[in-house]
């Protein structure tokens, strides 16, 4: 069966393979995600021996995911602001100073910024093998068998659903205004870039309620249907997955007991 348009836009983040954690249950991943994501914001950062292990753990399920890691280092780019914030740390960071070049650094900085950027790079990077691995369908189904209020996961669907259309139609909003030999080059093009998402903010609401008369015509009553057979999930399956959030607790714990590297 043919692709649709608007099947493709839904799905630019899930790569279809056939592997075991395709095959996981969207509900099982997120716990698993969840679970690993907690045992690596618990590490202390001096523990450098315990973020190898766990970059070699993620490269693992990349692996066993049968996703290369050049899909992945282009959505590693969404951490940019966290890079950005870590390398002001050593700069005003406080406490004893150590010369790195020709400037001096905060040590505590230092340490900090280095936390701060492997655990969010380490946290990105399970965030995109789930991303990868799970449809968007999938994804909510997954958070209605968690039981998340039902509010969070309707929103949830309608932001995975039609964030991609509101993009599409901020770039015919940009091709329009090229058309008509708009440039955005320096402060004078903000006025009519802020009058642009002002539009485009419009554009939005108005289809979201356009949407929402169209639901109702349609029998919504402020539930969303469930759309998978709620089948249960056999044991050797969860204890499977509950293996890759129990590595990543062991050695958050051995971190913790004994500490970093001069620990």
Same mark, same amino acid.
């Given at each position: 069966?043919?692709?649709?348009t608007s099947?493709?836009?839904?799905?630019?983040?899930?790569v279809?393979r056939?592997?075991?954690?395709h095959?996981?249950?969207?509900?099982?991943?997120?716990?698993?995600?969840?679970g690993?994501?907690?045992?690596?914001v618990?590490?202390?950062?001096?523990a450098?021996?315990?973020?190898?292990l766990?970059?070699v753990?993620v490269?693992l399920?990349?692996l066993?995911?049968h996703?290369?890691?050049r899909?992945v280092a282009?959505?590693l780019l969404?951490e940019?602001?966290f890079v950005v914030?870590?390398l002001l740390?050593?700069?005003f960071?406080?406490?004893p100073r150590?010369?790195?070049?020709?400037?001096t650094?905060?040590e505590?900085?230092?340490?900090a +910024?280095?936390g701060l950027l492997?655990?969010?790079?380490l946290?990105?990077?399970?965030?995109?093998?789930?991303?990868s691995?799970?449809?968007?369908?999938?994804?909510?189904?997954?958070?209605?068998r968690?039981?998340l209020?039902?509010v969070l996961v309707q929103m949830t669907?309608?932001m995975?659903?039609y964030v991609?259309?509101?993009?599409?139609e901020?770039?015919?909003m940009?091709? +329009?205004?090229e058309a008509?030999?708009f440039?955005?080059r320096?402060?004078? +093009?903000?006025?009519m870039?802020?009058r642009s998402?002002?539009?485009l903010?419009i554009?939005a609401y108005?289809r979201?309620?356009?949407?929402?008369?169209?639901?109702l015509?349609?029998?919504?009553?402020g539930?969303?249907?469930?759309?998978?057979?709620?089948a249960?999930?056999p044991?050797?399956?969860?204890l499977?997955?509950a293996?890759?959030?129990?590595?990543f607790a062991?050695v958050?714990?051995l971190a913790?007991m004994l500490?970093?590297l001069?620990g």
């Amino acid at each position: 069966m043919p692709t649709t348009t608007s099947s493709v836009l839904t799905e630019r983040l899930y790569v279809s393979r056939e592997s075991r954690i395709h095959g996981l249950p969207a509900h099982v991943k997120i716990l698993v995600v969840l679970g690993s994501v907690v045992a690596i914001v618990a590490t202390p950062p001096t523990a450098v021996w315990a973020f190898l292990l766990y970059f070699v753990l993620v490269r693992l399920l990349l692996l066993a995911a049968h996703i290369p890691f050049r899909t992945v280092a282009p959505r590693l780019l969404v951490e940019l602001p966290f890079v950005v914030f870590a390398l002001l740390l050593p700069v005003f960071g406080t406490g004893p100073r150590v010369s790195v070049g020709p400037v001096t650094l905060s040590e505590a900085g230092l340490w900090a +910024a280095w936390g701060l950027l492997a655990k969010a790079t380490l946290g990105v990077m399970l965030s995109v093998i789930l991303a990868s691995t799970t449809s968007t369908a999938d994804f909510v189904n997954g958070l209605q068998r968690l039981r998340l209020p039902e509010v969070l996961v309707q929103m949830t669907a309608a932001m995975v659903r039609y964030v991609n259309v509101v993009v599409d139609e901020w770039h015919r909003m940009s091709r +329009a205004r090229e058309a008509r030999g708009f440039e955005a080059r320096g402060p004078r +093009a903000w006025p009519m870039l802020g009058r642009s998402l002002g539009a485009l903010f419009i554009r939005a609401y108005e289809r979201g309620e356009r949407v929402h008369l169209a639901m109702l015509a349609r029998g919504y009553s402020g539930r969303m249907p469930e759309l998978d057979s709620r089948a249960t999930v056999p044991l050797a399956t969860w204890l499977a997955a509950a293996s890759v959030p129990v590595c990543f607790a062991v050695v958050a714990v051995l971190a913790n007991m004994l500490g970093g590297l001069g620990g």
